[in-house]
């Protein structure tokens, strides 16, 4: 989570929808806005979202009356992904979860935000020949917006992960100066190795013979001229598990993790394997959360396979937080 030194959402009021665990919450409150309401429908996640922010999310957004919603400036969501997803069954709209978005535009329809704020896996773009995202983005059209979509990959922004999600930013058509908006470009590198805890005690070390490492690790981060560190922005595979499928692939931590997952198999299922001092195994739950820009107060689910499932699910905040930056730069011109 980077540190943010002013305020200039202070006075801005924010719903999160879709909540799962507060990514959206950190970012938009980490610039002054003030959340008037979230939704959660995982009772799990939804109990997280509470012990962490204080506000209990209501469940099923399909059953709550947008009238009963207060009214907000901006709307975030996250909404469920797994309807277009490559790895699942792509059904897109025809999946009960891929027509959550048409709640987005119902409660849009009715509160008419300033801003709409989403973040959803990179597949939407290309998902049914393109005919959902088109979909998409003519709802929000007929609306009233104009909208702003890219792929990020949150190994780009300060976090070692390589997670590729594609974020959406509409404007109210009223907004002065919307077409100054811009996505960040500013890029940070940053090692796996920097997120490790010392000596974790729930995660799961692997100690089986068909072990192999096939590449040497890298041992140093070497330093440039310029005194930064040159660490490759990817992940590095070096070994294998059993037959070297998905979860059984094993990483270099000088590099980047893999893309935490809240569903996969394998032996590193939802984390992937790293060597870490002479030991593969997976990452734990902190380790996740670290990878996904939480801060070190926030509070963990005893639960490790809720936590998995969590963080797996959850936006990263150092993303969110550089486009919000980019939104206040709009919405304070």
């Given at each position: 989570?980077?540190?943010?030194q002013?305020?200039?959402l202070q006075g801005?009021s924010f719903i999160d ?6 990514g959206?919450h950190?970012?938009?409150n ?6 008037l ?22 469940g099923?957004?399909t ?5 009963n919603i207060?009214?907000?400036d901006?709307?975030?969501?996250g909404?469920p992904c797994?309807a277009f997803?490559?790895?699942g069954?792509?059904?897109g709209?025809e999946d009960?979860?891929g027509?959550?978005?048409f709640?987005i535009a119902r409660?849009?329809?009715?509160h008419k ?13 290309a998902?049914d020949?393109g005919k959902?995202?088109?979909k998409v983005?003519?709802?929000?059209e007929?609306?009233g ?7 990020l990959?949150?190994?780009d922004y300060?976090?070692?992960q390589?997670r590729e999600?594609?974020?959406i930013?509409?404007?109210r058509?009223d ?5 100054k ?9 940053s ?5 490790l805890?010392?000596?974790p ?5 692997i ?6 490492i ?6 140093v ?5 310029f005194?930064?560190?040159?660490i ?7 070994g294998v598990v ?5 979860g059984e ?7 980047h ?6 569903y ?8 992937g394997l ?11 739950p ?12 926030f509070?963990?689910p005893s639960n490790i396979?809720?936590a998995?499932?969590q963080f797996?699910?959850s936006v990263?905040v150092?993303v969110l937080?550089?486009i919000?930056?980019e939104?206040t730069n709009?919405?304070?011109?």
């Amino acid at each position: 989570m980077i540190s943010i030194q002013n305020n200039k959402l202070q006075g801005y009021s924010f719903i999160d929808l879709f909540a799962g665990i507060g990514g959206f919450h950190y970012a938009l409150n980490s610039f002054g806005a003030q959340c008037l309401y979230a939704s959660e429908w995982d009772k799990p996640a939804a109990e997280t979202y509470y012990i962490n922010h204080h506000i209990m999310p209501d469940g099923d957004i399909t059953k709550v009356d947008e009238k009963n919603i207060p009214y907000h400036d901006i709307l975030c969501g996250g909404f469920p992904c797994q309807a277009f997803s490559i790895s699942g069954k792509q059904k897109g709209f025809e999946d009960t979860r891929g027509t959550l978005f048409f709640d987005i535009a119902r409660i849009v329809s009715f509160h008419k935000p300033k801003v709409i704020f989403m973040e959803n896996v990179k597949n939407l773009e290309a998902h049914d020949g393109g005919k959902t995202f088109r979909k998409v983005l003519e709802t929000l059209e007929e609306l009233g917006y104009t909208t702003y979509h890219k792929v990020l990959n949150s190994g780009d922004y300060g976090v070692p992960q390589h997670r590729e999600r594609i974020y959406i930013v509409s404007f109210r058509n009223d907004i002065r100066n919307k077409e100054k908006f811009k996505f960040p470009t500013t890029k940070s590198a940053s090692s796996l190795v920097d997120v490790l805890e010392e000596n974790p005690v729930d995660a799961k070390i692997i100690n089986r013979p068909d072990i192999k490492i096939y590449k040497k690790p890298i041992q140093v981060v070497e330093k440039s001229l310029f005194g930064e560190r040159e660490i490759p922005n990817c992940p590095i595979q070096i070994g294998v598990v059993n037959k070297g499928g998905q979860g059984e692939r094993i990483y270099d931590p000088v590099g980047h993790s893999i893309t935490l997952s809240a569903y996969g198999g394998g032996a590193g299922a939802k984390t992937g394997l790293y060597l870490v001092n002479g030991v593969v195994r997976k990452l734990s739950p902190r380790e996740c959360a670290r990878l996904q820009g939480f801060p070190e107060s926030f509070k963990i689910p005893s639960n490790i396979n809720q936590a998995y499932k969590q963080f797996g699910n959850s936006v990263t905040v150092n993303v969110l937080q550089n486009i919000v930056g980019e939104i206040t730069n709009i919405l304070a011109s």
